[in-house]
């Protein structure tokens, strides 16, 4: 009876073992397929035989290992020279957009100077300038005005005093001339008297 209980007990044990290795082993596969390296480096590290001062690990785990290393490596490298790519493009994009941005300044800062000022013969004046500029010409042109009207009635007064003197002088001519034709007459009369006197 102790024997087949010693002989269960043994059968037990290796089942288990074996179910354990079985466990393991299934972990293993699962732990170095999907887990992280880091987690599959832990997972090899716990789960390999001491021996002395050493560990001795599965040979297809240590080549699974170096496979997802590998993997993840050059998953990184591809991912870094896509990244590396995006990044150009996008500099490219930046430096297109900044030009762009730098002519879209310069058309407002033009249109701005455009809005501001107002082209007078082919030269543009800002409105500040071209305000003071026309009522400049505005009081230019008043002044001009005031000193033509003044010049025009000053010239009327003395257009209207030379006719009045005129008139008064053409009045004394032709009283004069009455008086000289009156005058010549009656020297033509006593002539004609004298001349009268002497045929007699």
Known sequence: MMKVKHLFLAITLCFSLLA???????????????????????????????????????RDWIEKLQRNVADSINAIKKEYTTEVSKVATQQTEIEKLKTDLASVNQKIDDLN?????????????????????????IAVLAVLWLFFTYRFKASNTIT?????????????FEEHRKRALEREQQVRRKLQDEINKNKN
């Open 20 to 58: 354990s290795g079985q466990n393991v082993a299934k972990n293993a596969n699962l732990k170095l397929k999907e887990g992280p390296i880091k987690e599959q480096f832990e997972f090899i590290l716990k789960n390999s035989n001491k021996y002395k001062n050493y560990k001795v690990v599965k």
């Open 113 to 137: 100077t455009e809005k501001d000022s107002i082209s007078l013969l082919g030269i543009q004046f800002s409105k500040g300038t071209y305000q003071m500029l026309m009522w400049g010409i």
């Open 160 to 172: 209207k005093e030379a006719k009045a003197k005129l008139a008064e002088i053409e009045l004394e």
